[in-house]
Each structure stands twice: as C-alpha cells, then as structure tokens.
C-alpha cells in the first residue's frame, strides 16, 4: 500500500507559477512510476505528468509540456509538479498519483492522493 498526500495547491494569477509536492509513504521502496493528474469542473479526471521510479523518463500530456515539469527525490519520498505559465484552463484539484500502468492509450494509477485545488486567474 501507497499513500499519498498532496500540498501546494493555491490561487494564482494567469502567466504565474506554482510547485505541488506530493509525499508518499507506505511501500516508498517499490520502483513504481509516479505521477499527477487533474480534473476540472464538470470534466473527466486527466492525466498530466508521469515520472519512472529512477527518474530518468518522464512524459507529459500535450497541453502541458514545456510549461510544467515533474520531478522527484526519492532520498525524501517526494515527488512535484513546477508549473509555469500557468492558464486558466488550467484550473482544476490535481492529484499525485502511484503505480502508473500505460494502457489503452493512456495512464492509470493504483493509488491517489487526496487531491490540491489549483486556480488561475485572469
């Protein structure tokens, strides 16, 4: 078992940046993938950012690559989420994800954090 508990959500203004952090517990010891997603207001929960255990593959979702990055430290069991650039559409409670499988064309995770709300302004 993995658990996970997010921090940093907040409100900011468009254009600005914002760094979740995410630290896990439990079975830290396992070389699982790492990751994050996002659900908007009246939308589906979406993938993000995924990280591998070792740190040296990471993927994006297409909307978000080159303005977010993800990254992690292991020696503290911490993994975040530096976003920049920040837009409106942005906007939604991101969640850290653990155990992130690739299937059917897109990631899914066996175990979640509760959830850090993100806002953007205009």
């Known amino acids: 078992q993995v658990q996970l508990v997010e921090s940093g959500g907040g409100l900011v203004q468009a254009g600005g940046s914002l760094r979740l952090s995410c630290a896990a517990s439990g079975r830290t010891s396992s070389r699982i993938g790492m990751g994050w997603f996002r659900q908007a207001p009246g939308k589906e929960r979406e993938f993000v950012a995924a990280?591998?255990?070792?740190?040296?593959?990471?993927h994006y979702t297409e909307s978000v690559k080159g303005r977010f990055t993800i990254s992690k430290d292991n020696g503290k069991n911490l993994v975040y989420l530096q976003m920049s650039s920040l837009k409106t559409e942005d906007t939604a409670v991101y969640y850290c994800?653990?155990?992130?499988?690739?299937?059917?064309?897109?990631?899914?995770?066996?175990?979640w954090g509760q959830g850090t709300q993100v806002t953007v302004s205009s």
């Open positions: 994800a653990a155990d992130l499988v690739y299937s059917s064309g897109t990631y899914h995770a066996n175990y």
């Open positions: 990280i591998s255990w070792s740190a040296d593959t990471t």
